[in-house]
């Protein structure tokens, strides 16, 4: 919905195919579908650039958080609207479907057409119930056999939790637009399945069965987008971006201490986790990636590419773990970087978001685990006070650098890459 709005009416010129009016209303409704659902600042404003261009006159976009504005002139008139927008969704089918519009319509002489397209993209849905649901349970069996677990009776637990969390964000989403309650309920409800294994006392690595099916709630692109804003010195809108992904994963913490709490329980403690063989690892980081593909809307057809990019980057911090004797930083910030340099000119050449593309191949390497311990911990802190044991203050310290270290060595082996693959060869339309 327009907010502000500032113009100079004028014809189509002479040579033109399109009116200023219309083609300033064609901009909008394309850098509203592209900046909505995940793509990234620059990449949207110079493809929203590129088609003024070509319908022949000049624009400038600017980009925030709460809305976003385009002024566009033909050398004599101008005019510029100003529309509220939210940056805070994921939807890869949305931005992909979009750009490959904004390239050919003008080429193909349809920008009549254009306006029809871009309404029907807008009507995109988001995938089926059945295969978000699906695929949760997938991935969160997944990372649990990535991070360790070797028995059945885990995996289907890991697997159940995953899957009715996100069988309620879906049932949570039509109830309410904010976006912190879906992912505080499927935590929420993670935490309650984690007490009732803990209660219960059934055999089974019980940490894992309630921290996996949180760690699949992460949202990575928006902190990737947020840093790359932040390093390109898009200050206010990458600021905004980085907390909004912090308040979620406050959320997501907040969610399963509380259902834990629910059940009168506490998240178990971490033990060393045992080596996973490269045979079991490597599938189970390509079905997690699949599971992130189908959370960002990725068209099926699409989803083998961060796949197989996602399982070379795991075989790769395998290596590095298992036979380099690395660090996990070491090896978040190998694997990310092949990520880093693999997806930029394959997320440009199919016009996908590559904040999403890149984490969707790199989401078994987030420490979530280091994240809601430390959350946990924090709890314990506060309500035991002086009886705190004298070791919990130092494991919170180590358990929050530990995260910190991982998240940067993986923004930085995704981001830096990228940047140095368009500084040296520049975007095309």
């Known amino acids: 919905m327009a907010i502000a709005e500032v113009s100079e009416d004028g014809d189509a010129p002479s040579g033109r195919d399109v009116a200023l009016p219309e083609a300033l209303d064609l901009l909008i409704r394309a850098a509203t579908l592209l900046f909505v659902n995940g793509q990234t600042t620059e990449r949207a404003k110079k493809s929203v650039e590129d088609l003024a261009h070509s319908f022949g006159f000049h624009a400038a976009v600017f980009l925030h958080w709460d809305d976003l504005r385009i ?11 100003t529309v509220a927008v939210n940056p805070s969704g994921v939807h890869m089918g949305i931005v992909a479907a979009t750009m490959r519009e904004m390239v050919d319509a003008p080429r193909d002489g349809a920008a009549a057409t254009l306006r029809s397209r871009l309404a029907e993209i807008e009507k995109m849905a988001p995938v089926s119930t059945l295969r978000l649901v699906v695929m949760a349970a997938a991935g969160a069996a997944a990372l649990a056999v990535i991070f360790g677990a070797a028995d059945i009776v885990t ?8 899957g009715a969390g996100a069988f309620l964000r879906r049932q949570l989403a039509p109830i309410s637009s904010n976006p912190f309650l879906q992912p505080f309920g499927a935590a929420l409800l993670a935490g309650v399945v984690g007490a009732i294994v803990v209660d219960l006392h059934v055999g089974v690595v019980q940490r894992l069965v309630a921290l ?39 959320a997501i913490c907040t969610g399963l201490l509380v259902g834990l709490a629910m059940g009168g329980a506490r998240l178990p403690a971490s033990g060393d986790a045992p080596d996973v063989p490269l ?39 395998w290596l590095v773990l298992s036979v380099g004797a690395g660090s996990a930083p ?20 199919l016009r996908l978001p590559f904040a999403a593309l890149g984490f969707a191949s790199v989401v078994s390497l987030i420490p979530g685990a280091f994240l809601f311990q430390m959350a946990g911990e924090l709890v314990d802190l506060v309500s035991l006070g002086p009886k705190a044991p004298s070791d919990l203050l130092p494991s919170i310290v180590a358990n929050g650098f530990s995260a910190f270290v991982i998240i940067l060595a993986m923004t930085l082996g995704l981001i830096l890459p990228r940047m140095v693959i368009e500084r040296s ?5």
């Open 212 to 250: 996996c099916p949180c760690m699949i709630l992460v949202p990575g692109p928006h902190l990737l987008n947020g840093t790359i804003d932040l390093m390109r010195a898009r200050i206010a809108l990458g600021a905004a971006r980085v907390v909004y992904a912090n308040l979620i994963v406050l």
């Open 155 to 162: 995996l289907l637990l890991v697997a159940l939790s995953g």
């Open 71 to 81: 002024q566009i002139s033909d050398g004599v008139a101008s005019r510029s609207e």
């Open 279 to 317: 045979v079991y690892d490597i599938p189970a980081a390509g079905v997690a990636v699949a599971a992130y593909g189908t959370f960002f809307s990725m068209p099926w057809r699409l989803l083998p590419i961060p796949v197989a990019i996602g399982m070379l980057a795991h075989a790769a911090r």
């Open 425 to 429: 060869f520049p975007m095309d339309p």
């Open 330 to 349: 070491m090896g978040a910030l190998v694997a990310c970087s092949i990520v880093g340099a693999m997806g930029t000119p394959i997320a440009d050449r």
